[in-house]
């Protein structure tokens, strides 16, 4: 009998798994990586996560930015370790087992965000971002591409571009130094 049944009329059969299709509304999900920071939800798309990793040891950079915490090896390769809770302008705390290196490539640039735990992945529908709120401006603002909200929970997705460029808040204090004379 359920042969004949065209499929505008089939119903759910207990135990049969239909296959997954894509929302009616049309709505254009994102899979975008989660991490914990100073107790808040961030986002990164995943098309720029090439790895989540457990941080070892990382080497010290003489001279480096206040945020790079230095240099680790990942799968043979050298790359920056940017520490996000120095970068925000959070207390830096001690690493533990929940502390991850989130592996950025973006563009022709490989980085590790070290962060305080890593562990979600969640597909987001464009329409649930908005851009930040003007109140958020200057610094913390620039490192905001918007805030999702998924029924009661808030989660920041970062401007890598602008978390990336330690250039943009170095820029003044070096100027202010060469009118200073120094």
Same mark, same amino acid.
């Not at 090896?73 to 533990?96: E, H, K, M, S």
């Not at 991850?100 to 070290?114: D, E, H, P, Q, Y």
């Not at 571009?161 to 943009?168: M, Q």
């Given at each position: 009998?359920?042969?004949?049944?065209?499929?505008?009329?089939?119903?759910?059969?207990?135990?049969?798994?239909?296959?997954?299709?894509?929302?009616?509304?049309?709505?254009?999900?994102?899979?975008?990586?989660?991490?914990?920071?100073?107790?808040?939800?961030?986002?990164?798309?995943?098309?720029?996560?090439?790895?989540?990793?457990?941080?070892?040891?990382?080497?010290?950079?003489?001279?480096?930015?206040?945020?790079? $915490? =230095? /240099?680790?090896?990942?799968?043979?390769?050298? #790359?920056?370790? @940017? !520490? +996000?809770?120095?970068?925000?302008?959070?207390?830096?705390?001690?690493?533990?087992?929940?502390?991850?290196?989130?592996?950025?490539?973006?563009?022709?640039?490989?980085?590790?965000?070290?962060?305080?735990?890593?562990?979600?992945?969640?597909?987001?529908?464009?329409?649930?971002?908005?851009?930040?709120?003007?109140?958020?401006?200057?610094?913390?603002?620039?490192?905001? $591409? =918007? /805030?999702?909200?998924?029924?009661?929970?808030? #989660?920041?997705? @970062? !401007? +890598?571009?602008?978390?990336?460029?330690?250039?943009?808040?170095?820029?003044?204090?070096?100027?202010?130094?060469?009118?200073?004379?120094?």
């Amino acid at each position: 009998a359920l042969a004949n049944v065209s499929k505008s009329n089939t119903k759910a059969v207990p135990g049969h798994r239909t296959p997954r299709r894509r929302p009616i509304s049309g709505k254009r999900m994102e899979p975008f990586i989660l991490f914990e920071l100073a107790g808040t939800t961030y986002g990164v798309r995943s098309r720029f996560v090439q790895q989540i990793e457990m941080i070892d040891d990382v080497a010290s950079v003489p001279n480096a930015h206040p945020a790079v $915490e =230095g /240099v680790v090896l990942v799968r043979g390769q050298v #790359i920056p370790a @940017l !520490n +996000l809770r120095t970068r925000f302008g959070f207390d830096r705390i001690d690493r533990d087992l929940r502390s991850r290196l989130v592996v950025i490539n973006k563009g022709s640039r490989t980085v590790g965000l070290v962060v305080d735990t890593a562990r979600e992945f969640l597909k987001i529908a464009a329409e649930s971002i908005e851009p930040p709120p003007e109140a958020l401006t200057g610094l913390s603002g620039h490192y905001l $591409e =918007g /805030v999702a909200t998924i029924g009661e929970r808030m #989660i920041l997705i @970062l !401007n +890598l571009d602008a978390v990336l460029d330690l250039e943009y808040e170095v820029e003044p204090q070096i100027s202010q130094m060469m009118t200073d004379g120094r």
